[in-house]
Structures are given as structure tokens and as C-alpha cells.
């Protein structure tokens, strides 16, 4: 569907309607329109506009996952949410704000900061096109369902949103949850909606539960010279009475080193203690390695989810006991394919993401994703987040979905015509 | 056309054996109510699978002849969700009560529904483990229930609710399809219905399986009672507390009367003289808490805390929790009846709406005592009057609904842990407008279009789940898996 110009009901329903470049062009599509809403009554009237228009519309924050997940099957108007900019209330005495969709995390944290508080959703920071790197914006993030390595503690962004709200595809403003941390009135429409990749209607505000930020922070960090030394060291961490907010990994080459880092974080006293039985408890139980305690995480810290744009970024999810296996599981996978993915995460939260460049020969990646989940059997995924596109054409994306009629059934309730995201998710919902 | 159910025992019985399926009149009176027994429906049958096969088997029948059917755990829940129908099948999971496997190096459990909560973390303790989320009624209420209910307690303020330790569910979906939601890891491909799922209250289908996180037993807990003369004292301890940057598992506030039924019940012993009295209970690693319960104790002190104590161990930490977990069942001792409230407060509005509910029962010359959550601004106020007048009950129910106005004014919630269930259905309007009431529910139509699954409950108006507006371009999903046919 081409438009030359801008239909006379999207302009009279939002003040910044504008056609598309090239810019905007989503997983190889380019829409021919663009909205940025201002606010969220506009965003409605946007998209009861589009649904009059038979648009297929594709919501957008800062655009640095856009690349995740299939192409749309049709794209017709990027909803630009990033004018929905502000910070509707931070009522620091409760631990709680209330954002608009397009606030970007650095902003956030910004502000939450004078306070003494955190948003404790730590997600990787990416380069923008046009600009500096970023690690999206509050309706991103929760779209995505993207967590950084403080997910061992806090969990996903689901975890810590307690009240949305949403325009439905055909322009109905509706909100669950509230301000308050405890409340359980009502179907709790954040869980749908966190992770559901801009398919079941536009997430326009969000309130999250905040932490204080704490007094110290202290990463314990050793090398080990294998990944199954590695597996054991974090199993020991988390078993020992030190309280981990984070333990990840990286190996750069699966032939390599793997580097281990735990973050623990309190009170002065208290972090000190425990990094330094941390450190002296590693030291016991991997004698050949030296753990040194620093103040500040390694440089790979918070990069899981960075990898390039171009290549191919796989997650991959299992349950955190048999972190071992799956390294075991893993390197046995890219050996049999011939590749040697670099190996970031959040091993005590049993998440790993394999990044692996675009050069690679496509059917041997697809081979990687096949032999990972057989590997997993069903207490784990291989979901591509991002793939080139001949990658794209060789794999299932998402890979076994369970349940999936009664997300299809979900889908067809909020968004009958298929306008929103339309196929970009699992199952091609 | 609904049948008479009792005409459906046979077909039970054929699935789940004679024993488990019940008819008799006075037996079936047993399962007429669950925790909250001001709403009573004697249900048309009941029936106690054994196992998820059965479950699915019960719900297929049903949804075949278009019976309503509602699930039971151990009927603790407080706000009326198990209430059965009276033309419907009462499905009772409590002989699903298998821990079916423990993986302490993963820090999971899988287990059947009708386990009850504190059974989880009697079998996760030899592993260091313990299951989180952890209701009062502990000892009795069922997992399953839990994730109905999405239920808190009073530790969930630092490790949270049930929905943030479950990572997986078997369910039956109200067309009797046996089918996993989530793989245990919290992060399974495509929507979060796991997470959607909790707190649904029984209206998405049943839960026959559930996997839930493990967490490490804390090194070191203390526990400190603080008694001040008056809860706003109280209330600016916890504000002081928590703008500290520490973030106790639990903190909890009785007022006088509270404190009063807790000694006539339970003699607790509490300080003489206290208008409130605050526990903060403190977990982690030693040296935190130690530097934690200095700081507690020297804030505390400074809001006007006349007599502090603390425990470290068991025995003096149950001695301060005897009279805080005695205190609603307490209220027997100094009221012919009352009602538990259940509502939320952003925790800085605390001491405003305190004022406020002096005010009303005043008003109304009704007493009222209050426990909370102060930590996270859930109020449990309790509402005494006598039923043996008529006029006086009604007065009741009003200030009751007054309170949780005064609630939502102030940007809170109807309840924070004991549900809508059938009890608060009412207020659901006065919290969420018709969009919002309209939206949710169309998560329920996606799981069960013909409104068979505890019907009545969470929402004061079902919606109808027939064709949406606008052109459907395939058949509708539910049709095309074998789910459901168009009738």
C-alpha cells in the first residue's frame, strides 16, 4: 500500500503526521507514514484513524530493537511514541513512578537519581543510527521484555510494572494495575502486555516499582580456563550467603577463557564482607584462578544483549541449575556447526545470548539453532532475537511456542484485523 | 439449556471414581463457602480429581453440556472467588497434593495445586530453600489458590508476590485442554501467560501443575517490635525506614484495638500502654542486617518509640508474630462479628487515610481496628458490629465500602491480596472505567468464549465474547486447533 500523502484523518488527528524515509523502514519494509503522538488521547485518535484506513501500524521508541523478530507482513505507519516524553510523577516517598512511553531509560535514571532511586532494569545500551547509543525507551524495553544482568534480583520488566496503559487497535484507552505496589484487582494486562513486541496494542504510560540505590556496589571477577569450572563457580556463588544482585558471563571464543563477574550490592560494611568471602571462596574452589574484587563491573558487563545489528543474536533460556549442560550443550552446538559465537549473560538467571557476525554462512547458523534446542529439550528456548535475512528465511524464529492457539486466540481478541506488528511475533502472530 | 448436573455424576464418577464425586446434599454443604462465609452457594455437584488427566476430562464434560464450573483449592481465600454455582461442578484439587520434583541446583519445584503453601518450603529446606510468598494461612491454603489469588503475606514487600515466583503452569483451559503456559525458565517464547494467568482468580481455567522459583534461606533474620503511642508515629518510622534506602522483608503496624484483641486472645505482651506498635523484620546476609536493625532501631527511636525490642531468635521472633498473626481471628474476643478489609494506599497517604477511617467509624459508631502491611500501604481494616442487628451490619457493609473509597481517592487499590472474587465485583467500577473492565476481559474471552469458567466472579458485568467488530480474515483460532466449534 503506497500513500503519496497524508490522509485528511490522520492529520486531524495528530499534529506530527509526516511520510516516511528510509530511515524508518522496519526490518527491510518501508511504511510510507509516520505519527508522533503527543499525547495519549492523540495516540487514540491515530490509531482509530489508521483502523478507518485499513493501516497496518508498527509502534516505535527508540527503534533499538526494531530489527528484532520477522518482518511485518505489512507496515504502513510507524507510530513514533517518543514524543511521549515525560515523567508523570515520581512519588519518591513510595518508591513509585509513573512515565510516558517514550521516556528513555538514561533520562529516567537521571531523574530518579536525585532521589536516591532506580528503576533496576540495567538493559544494554545500543548506538542509535542518528545518534548515541541508548538503551531504549520505557515502552521499548517493556515491549521487548528486555532485562539486563540486575534481572537475577529484580527480575524482567514485568516484574517491576505495576499499572498501564494502553490504546487497543482500535483506539480504546484502557489501563490496569495502578500505583500501588500491592494490588491485585483486576487481570493484570502489564504481564500481556510486557514482552508483546508491539502486537497487542501501543503501551503509552507505565508506573514501576523503584528501589533505593544502594550505598556500595562490588563486581568479584575471575577467569576461568574452562566453561564447565565456570558453571561450577557460579552454582558455588549462588549457594554461599552473599547475596548476588547479578552473575554473568563471557567468553569471547568458546575456545577461550571464561570470564565470570558477580555483582553484589548493600550497605559499605556489608559488600566488603561479602566480596571478600566471595573472592576466598572461589579461590577455594578453583584454586588455579584469582579472584580480584573490583569497584566497577568489566567491560563486557551489560553487553548481552549489544551484539551487532547485522549479525545474529540468539537467547537462549533454561532453567539455572544446569547452567553446565548447557555450556556443554552449546559448545558441542557451534562445534557441530563450525562456528564460534561469542557467549554473553546472565548465567545465574539461566539466560545466555550467542552472538555470532554476519558473515556467517547462513545454513550453518540455522544448523546452531536446531542443535541448541534439541539440546534444551523443553525446560528451554533458542529464540533469534535478530537474524540477517538469509538467516531469517532458514529458521523458525521462536521455535516451539507452547500454547500458542491461546496466544493466537489472545492476538485475534485485541487486534481482530491484524494491524498491529502484524506477524513479527512467535508463531507469526 | 443447562441440565440438571446432578444428572452428570454418572459421567465423574466414570472419570475420576465413585468416591470422588460428591451429591449428597449435606456433604456438598461443606463446600458452600469458602474463607469469606457471608456468600454461600451449596454447588450442584462436587468432584476431587486425583489427577490433571481427570481434571481435563471433568472441564470437557462440562464445557460439552454447557455446565458452569468453578476450582477449589483449600477454600481459605477471602473474597468469596470459590464460591460455587448452584447449577454448576465444584472441582476440588484437594487430592492433587504431589510434589512432583524438586531441582535445588535450579532453585525450582514443580508441584500439584492442592500442596499446600507451607508444605513448598518444608520440602525445600533440606536444600537451603524456601518458597516465598507466604499467605497466613500458610499452613492450610494451596498453591493452587495462590496463583489464583496472586497471593501475597507479609515477606512479600522485600521477595513479592506469588506471580513473581511462578515460572510455569500445567492448566485445563475452560474447553478441557490440557496444556503447558510457561516452561519454568519465566522467559518462554510469546506472550507471558504464565504471568497474565495469576491472579486471574480462577477464571482462565485450572491450574493442575506449577512451577515455582526456590529461595535461598536468608543467613540472618531479626526481627523488632517498636510500640509508640500513636500510629502516626508509627507511620513516620516507616516513612523514615524506607527514605533510609532499606527495604525490610516485612513490616507490619497494629493500632490500640488490634493490640487489645491480640492480648485478650493470645496474651502476646505486648509494651503497656502502646497506640500502635510496628514489626520490622529484618533478612540477609549477617552484616547487612546487623547494620540494618542498628539503623531501624536509632530511626524508630527517633519517631518516638517508647519500648523497642528485637529478636534474633525463633522462639522470641514467634513470641512478637503470635499477636500480629493472631489479630483478625482476635477480633472474636471483642466483637460479636466484623469484616476484614482489604485495601491498598500508596504508603506516603498512610497516616491521611488513617484520619479519615477514625473519622467514618465515628460517624457510623462503629469500631474499627486496623493491621496492616505499612511497608507497602496495604490496609487490613476491621470493621466489628454486631450481627445480630440487621441495621447495624448494614452500616457495617457501608463503612466497609466507605473505606475502600477513601482508598481509591487517594490512588490506591480494593484489595491487595484477598481478591475480587465475588465480594468486591461491586467496586470494580469505581476503580477502572467500562474500557478497562471491557479490555481485561477480553483476556478471558481469548481463554474461555462461553463463560463457563468461574462464572460471576472479578467483573460486575460479563462481557459477551461473540463476534468482534470488523472482518475476520481466518477462522477463529479457537476453531481451527479443534478447540471449539461455532454454534
Known amino acids: ?429 | 439449556m443447562t441440565q440438571d448436573v446432578a444428572t452428570l455424576a454418572p459421567r465423574l464418577a466414570a472419570i475420576c471414581g465413585k468416591d470422588a464425586v460428591i451429591t449428597d446434599p449435606l456433604e456438598l454443604a461443606t463446600y458452600e463457602c469458602d474463607g469469606l462465609t457471608a456468600h454461600r452457594c451449596r454447588p450442584g455437584l462436587a468432584v476431587l480429581p486425583q489427577t490433571a488427566a481427570q481434571v481435563a476430562d471433568v472441564v470437557r464434560v462440562c464445557a460439552q453440556e454447557n455446565v458452569p464450573f468453578v476450582a477449589r483449592g483449600s477454600g481459605t481465600g477471602l473474597s468469596g472467588g470459590a464460591l460455587p454455582a448452584a447449577d454448576g461442578v465444584l472441582i476440588v484439587t484437594a487430592r492433587m497434593r504431589a510434589i512432583v520434583e524438586i531441582d535445588a541446583e535450579s532453585r525450582r519445584a514443580i508441584v500439584e495445586p492442592g500442596v499446600t503453601n507451607l508444605a513448598v518450603s518444608k520440602a525445600a529446606q533440606p536444600y537451603g530453600l524456601f518458597y516465598a510468598p507466604d499467605p497466613s494461612s500458610q499452613q492450610v491454603c494451596s498453591v493452587g489458590g495462590n496463583v489464583a489469588e496472586n497471593s501475597g503475606g507479609a515477606h512479600c514487600l522485600k521477595h513479592g508476590f506469588t506471580v513473581h515466583h511462578v515460572t510455569g503452569l500445567e492448566i485445563v483451559t475452560p474447553a478441557g485442554e490440557l496444556t503447558w503456559l510457561g516452561d519454568g525458565t519465566g522467559l518462554a517464547p510469546g506472550y507471558d501467560l504464565t504471568g497474565a494467568f495469576t491472579g486471574s482468580e480462577g477464571t482462565l481455567g485450572i491450574v493442575t501443575k506449577i512451577i515455582v522459583k526456590l529461595t535461598p534461606i536468608p543467613q540472618a533474620v531479626t526481627t523488632l517490635l517498636a510500640a509508640f503511642e500513636t500510629t502516626g508515629q508509627g507511620g513516620a518510622a516507616v516513612s523514615a525506614i524506607i527514605g533510609a534506602g532499606i527495604l525490610p522483608a516485612a513490616i507490619e503496624m497494629m493500632d490500640a484495638l488490634s493490640i487489645e484483641a491480640a492480648e485478650a486472645s493470645v496474651a502476646c505482651h505486648y509494651p503497656q500502654g502502646a497506640g500502635a506498635v510496628l514489626i520490622v523484620e529484618l533478612d540477609g546476609p549477617e552484616q547487612d542486617v546487623l547494620a540494618e536493625s542498628a539503623a531501624v532501631r536509632q530511626i524508630a527511636a527517633d519517631a518516638g518509640a517508647f519500648e523497642i525490642r528485637e529478636a534474633a531468635d525463633p522462639d522470641d521472633r514467634a513470641a512478637i508474630w503470635r499477636g500480629r498473626r493472631a489479630a483478625f481471628a482476635a477480633m472474636g474476643r471483642i466483637s460479636p462479628a466484623y469484616i476484614v478489609q482489604d485495601g491498598v494506599v500508596p504508603r506516603t497517604a498512610l497516616h491521611d487515610v488513617l484520619d479519615r477511617i477514625g473519622e467514618l467509624s465515628a460517624a457510623a459508631g462503629l469500631r474499627v481496628a486496623n493491621v496492616f502491611h505499612a511497608g507497602d500501604g496495604n490496609l487490613h481494616p476491621l470493621v466489628l458490629f454486631d450481627d445480630s442487628s440487621e441495621a447495624e451490619a448494614a452500616a457495617a457493609e457501608e463503612l466497609s465500602g466507605a473505606i475502600l473509597d477513601e482508598c481509591i481517592r487517594h490512588g490506591g487499590s480494593i484489595t491487595g491480596e484477598h481478591g475480587v472474587g465475588v465480594d468486591k465485583s461491586k467496586y470494580m467500577p469505581r476503580m477502572f472505567g467500562p474500557d478497562d473492565l471491557d479490555t481485561m476481559q477480553l483476556l478471558r474471552c481469548a481463554f474461555d468464549p462461553a463463560g463457563l469458567c468461574n462464572p460471576g466472579k472479578v467483573f460486575p458485568t460479563p462481557r459477551l465474547c461473540g463476534e468482534v467488530p470488523g472482518v475476520r480474515r481466518e477462522p477463529h483460532p479457537l476453531v481451527t486447533s479443534g478447540q471449539a466449534e461455532l454454534f
Open chain 1, 1 to 429: 500500500m503506497a500513500h503519496t500523502s497524508i490522509p485528511a484523518s490522520l492529520a486531524s488527528a495528530c499534529d506530527d503526521v509526516r511520510p516516511a524515509t528510509a530511515a524508518d523502514t522496519v526490518a527491510g519494509i518501508q511504511p510510507s507514514l509516520v505519527a508522533a503522538p503527543a499525547t495519549t488521547e492523540q495516540a487514540s485518535a491515530v490509531m482509530r484513524a489508521a483502523a478507518a484506513l485499513g493501516l497496518a501500524v508498527i509502534p516505535r521508541g527508540a527503534g533499538t530493537k526494531l530489527h528484532w523478530g520477522y518482518p511485518p507482513e505489512r507496515a504502513d505507519l510507524v507510530l513514533d511514541l517518543t514524543r511521549l516524553d515525560q515523567v508523570v510523577e515520581h512519588a519518591a516517598g513510595d518508591l513509585v513512578v509513573t512515565v510516558q512511553a517514550g521516556v528513555r531509560l538514561e533520562h529516567l535514571a537521571s531523574v530518579l537519581a536525585e532521589a536516591g532511586q532506580r528503576l533496576a532494569l540495567d538493559c544494554a545500551a545500543r548506538p542509535l543510527p542518528s545518534g548515541p547509543a541508548t538503551a531504549g525507551t520505557i515502552g521499548g524495553v517493556l515491549a521487548a521484555g528486555a532485562a539486563g544482568p540486575l534481572r537475577l534480583r529484580y527480575g524482567t520488566p514485568r516484574d517491576l510494572l505495576i499499572g498501564i496503559t494502553i490504546v487497543r487497535a482500535d483506539g480504546t484507552i484502557a489501563r490496569s494495575g495502578g500505583k500501588v505496589v500491592k494490588n491485585v484487582a483486576g487481570y493484570d494486562l502489564g504481564k500481556l502486555f510486557a514482552g508483546s513486541r508491539g502486537t497487542l496494542g501501543l503501551i503509552t504510560q507505565a508506573t514501576f516499582r523503584l528501589h533505593p540505590i544502594p550505598a556500595a556496589a562490588a563486581y568479584v571477577i575471575v577467569s576461568c580456563d574452562s566453561a564447565a569450572a565456570c558453571a561450577r563457580l557460579v552454582s558455588a556463588a549462588l549457594a554461599a550467603a552473599v547475596s548476588p544482585v547479578a552473575a554473568e558471563l563471557h567468553l569471547a571464543s568458546l575456545a577461550g577463557p571464561c570470564e565470570l563477574a558477580v555483582a553484589l550490592e548493600g550497605d559499605h560494611d556489608g559488600v566488603a564482607q561479602r566480596s571478600g568471602m566471595l573472592a576466598d571462596l572461589m579461590a577455594v574452589q578453583e584454586t588455579s584462578h584469582v579472584a580480584a574484587v573490583a569497584s566497577q563491573p568489566p567491560a563486557w558487563w551489560r553487553s548481552a544483549g549489544g551484539a551487532p545489528q547485522e549479525g545474529t543474536l540468539i537467547q537462549v533460556a533454561f532453567w539455572p541449575g544446569k547452567l553446565g549442560s548447557v555450556l556443554t550443550g552449546i559448545a558441542a552446538a557451534a562445534e557441530r556447526a563450525g562456528l564460534d559465537p561469542v557467549l554473553r549473560g546472565s548465567a545465574g538467571s539461566g539466560v545466555l545470548h550467542l552472538s555470532v557476525p554476519r558473515s556467517a554462512d547462513p545454513a550453518r547458523v540455522a544448523g546452531l539453532v536446531a542443535s541448541l534446542r534439541a539440546a534444551l529439550h523443553d525446560r528451554g528456548s533458542a529464540v533469534v532475537q535478530h537474524a540477517p535475512p538469509p538467516v531469517r528465511d532458514l529458521v523458525d524464529l521462536f521455535g516451539p511456542v507452547p500454547s500458542l492457539n491461546l496466544m493466537r486466540a489472545v492476538k485475534q481478541q485485541f487486534d481482530p484485523d491484524r494491524v498491529l506488528s502484524p506477524g513479527r511475533f512467535a508463531g507469526g502472530i
